[in-house]
């Protein structure tokens, strides 16, 4: 199979096929990365831009490791006092690194939609490292991929996502994911978090966190951004912990192997209990390394692949 | 100057017409309709048009267009919006006061008035702000505003949100008789909204301005005009509810008239899924089942008006991120042949359509003999082929603004002529 898509802008996007086939390329390039010389020539000669509006150390710097291992030339450029500050706007800020040679942009940005601005308008391959609340497709590329590899096989598999899932591109991204693969996806928070009409997506929605764990086989718990208790959608820190925190006692509930995701950073006591944060580290780790390889597919497939001959 | 247009389909329905006559225009008024006209075309005085098989109607009258003079020149002038009006078919248009300065006293409505007479093809009526820097607080001098020549009063685009105050206003508008044009919007409840609140909204990821924003301050400004017995008209209604709402005020005999907007008869949220910043309008374009219900409102007359909310940007303003876009939607060159898709549809006759465009509107706010081709009422005129297919071009409008999600659409309906006051100020 030709991946042949020029862009990977969100998961929403990509078939099943697709999704499997950056999966599989993903196993040979974490082979890659446990060689001892991590490097291999695919992307020689190729400019690869990271243009990151939003701070991102993680995201950041898995890409640009990826970008390294593939022998690309790696430009970071993080604009958030240059340009933006004398007014230049993202259509300009991008035309212009692509007139300095970049074919690849991997795009940062907190508003939804931004990556599918430069799609339309550019020439080069962009790569979405993160979009407002609309998708982070290489976060749940990588979340499969630790998924597959723990669990051989995704379809049929129960995944309960918890938390804050209006506000989060995280989620947006492993929903498409696991239902294209074939699970069964919950979700779970206050309704305020909630978006509209999650369900029409094959959702389930809960508002209970027991009964959303019933049975599941993963767990995938977001990041609580403390300013939505300013805007009104939960009433305190503490009520949020007790109604929706992973506590152990909790997470019995769910099946014997269970495994607990989070993409980081973790607030301790508030989404997770401290023993739960503890007992989930080595998972967390393996999706750091997993990251790294599933980064180097996404790169190689859309800057080799028919879509951007 | 006489004009002459001979063997047209005359639709008036201020009079019920609907048939082959021939129409006299002369010294800028309608003259009437001569059956025999030899003499007529022999005179080289008169200028004669041959309009068969083709519509002749009274002028369209926009309620609702954003000219942005004074102040957003860049966007729009007077002088390009009226060109504008006159490709669409529109003979007046309306403007709304969020220009800046805003118009909140008299001294910018003359002076709009005046730009409109020299540099303006079609009839400017300007619309007064409710309250001063339209903040919402103090009332503006709505009597000298009357004076200076507005037709009514409104906050659009920046609503009341304090009932006080818009009780007040609606009250005093009485005086003048000037209808309150409401832009309906709990502001609170839209907060930074960008597009519809719903599936599509939970898909993009964009913060959604939900229907109840919209149909909250219908309920408030209906219950108002209740309580003051003013003429309120809503503005640009885009929810079931919102027609719902006025459809049953409408049967209690509130005073209260509706209008829809070609963009949301035409379109659903869906046609945001590309983030195209075009289709960013306020209030946004909603589901489908709101659309139906909008159509059916045009249909069973809840909706008395078709207005276009021609609210132009720059591109540049628009090729931004979805966020950052202003709102608005271009829409004075394309009205006409989007409006005919409800006669195709079968949700309108064209007569009913024309008397929206035309007689309805000129009744909720122009109170002249406009909207009409009475003898003696202005010589206000429209020559369209109701067949013939367009493309739509946006690099081809009179606007400045191009902000269109119409841009390529193959429309049926093409405004050969308009005339205002007896000139033709556009032909194709």
């Known amino acids: 199979m030709v991946f042949e898509q020029k862009h990977i802008l969100g998961l929403e996007e990509l078939s099943s096929d697709e999704i499997r086939l950056i999966l599989d390329t993903a196993e040979s390039m974490k082979e890659v990365s446990e060689r001892d010389v991590k490097k291999v020539p695919a992307l020689k000669g190729v400019t690869v831009v990271n243009l990151f509006f939003e701070p991102s150390t993680r995201t950041r710097a898995s890409f640009e490791i990826a970008e390294k291992r593939l022998s690309a030339d790696v430009l970071n450029f993080t604009p958030t006092e240059s340009s933006v500050v004398k007014g230049e706007t993202l259509l300009d800020t991008a035309r212009n690194l692509e007139a300095m040679g970049a074919s690849v942009i991997v795009i940062r940005h907190s508003m939804s939609g931004a990556p599918w601005l430069l799609a339309r308008e550019l020439s080069s391959s962009i790569v979405n490292a993160g979009d407002g609340f609309h998708e982070h497709p290489s976060q749940a590329l990588l979340d499969l991929f630790t998924v597959r590899e723990i669990k051989k096989e995704i379809s049929g598999l129960k995944i309960v996502i918890v938390g804050d899932i209006l506000h989060s591109r995280v989620a947006r991204s492993n929903i498409w994911g696991f239902i294209k693969l074939g699970a069964e996806v919950r979700v779970v928070g206050p309704p305020t978090m909630i978006p509209r009409d999650i369900e029409k997506v094959d959702v389930k929605v809960h508002y209970n966190i027991e009964n959303a764990l019933e049975g599941v086989d993963i767990v995938m718990m977001l990041r609580l951004q403390k300013e939505r208790q300013e805007s009104g959608l939960f009433p305190s820190l503490r009520e949020y912990s007790r109604f929706y925190g992973l506590t152990r006692e909790r997470l019995g509930l769910a099946k014997a192997d269970v495994i607990v995701m989070h993409p980081g950073p973790i607030n301790r006591g508030v989404e997770l209990s401290s023993e739960v944060a503890d007992d989930m580290h080595s998972v967390i780790l393996n999706q750091v390394s997993n990251g790294i390889a599933v980064r180097m597919a996404m790169l190689y497939l859309v800057a080799s692949g028919g879509g951007s001959g | ?428």
């Not at chain 2, 093809?121 to 200076?148: D, H, S, W, Y």
């Not at chain 2, 409104?154 to 006080?164: I, K």
């Not at chain 2, 005999?253 to 949301?264: L, Y």
């Not at chain 2, 049926?412 to 205002?420: A, D, K, N, P």
């Open chain 2, 1 to 428: 100057m006489k004009i002459l247009i001979k063997d047209g389909q005359l639709i008036d329905p201020s009079q019920e017409i609907n048939e082959v006559r021939n129409l006299l225009l002369s010294d800028g008024k309608i003259n009437g309709y001569p059956s025999d006209t030899k003499e007529l075309e022999m005179d080289s005085s008169v200028q004669v048009i041959d309009a068969s098989g083709k519509v002749v109607s009274p002028g369209f009258i926009d309620l609702h267009v954003h000219l942005r003079e004074p102040g957003f020149e860049h966007k729009e002038t007077i002088r390009t919006g009226c060109l504008a009006a006159a490709a669409g078919g529109f003979t007046s248009v309306v403007c709304m006061p969020n220009t800046n300065p805003v118009n909140d006293n008299a001294s910018v409505t003359e002076y709009i008035l005046l730009k409109a007479r020299t540099e303006g093809v079609v009839n400017v009526f300007p619309v007064g702000a409710i309250t001063k820097g339209q903040k919402g607080q103090a009332l503006a001098e709505i009597g000298e505003m009357r004076e200076a020549g507005c037709v009514a009063i409104s906050d659009d685009g920046r609503p009341v949100m304090n009932s006080r105050v818009m009780r007040h206003a609606m009250e005093y508008a009485k005086a003048f008789e000037l209808p309150v044009i409401s832009h309906a919007e709990d502001l609170n409840l839209s907060s930074d909204g960008v597009m519809n609140d719903g599936f599509t909204s939970t898909i993009l990821g964009l913060r959604g301005i939900p229907n109840a924003s919209e149909e909250i301050i219908v309920a408030r400004d209906i219950t108002l005009g209740e309580l003051t017995g003013t003429h309120l008209h809503i503005a640009h209604v885009s929810t079931a509810g919102a027609v719902r709402l006025i459809r049953d005020a409408k049967k209690r005999g509130v005073k209260v008239t509706g209008e829809a907007t070609p963009h949301h008869f035409t379109l659903n949220d869906k046609a945001v899924l590309n983030y195209d910043t075009s289709t960013k309008v306020n209030p946004p374009i909603r589901s489908r089942e709101d659309m139906e219900a909008i159509r059916e409102g045009l249909k069973d007359g809840v909706l008395d008006i078709i207005a276009t909310d021609h609210a132009p940007h720059t591109e540049d303003e628009k090729k931004v991120e979805f966020d950052l876009a202003p709102f608005g939607i271009s829409g004075l060159e394309t009205a006409l042949p989007l409006a005919l898709r409800l006669v195709e549809d079968r949700i309108l006759t064209l007569t009913e359509l024309i008397r929206k465009l035309t007689f309805n509107p000129a009744q909720i706010i122009i109170r002249s003999n406009r909207g009409t081709l009475k003898p003696g009422a202005p010589a206000d005129v429209v020559i369209f082929d109701p067949n013939k297919t367009v493309k739509v071009d946006r690099d081809k409008f009179f606007s400045k603004g191009r902000n269109t999600p119409f841009h390529g659409w193959r429309l049926s309906g093409q405004i050969l002529y308009t005339i205002v006051g007896g000139e033709i100020v556009f032909s194709a």
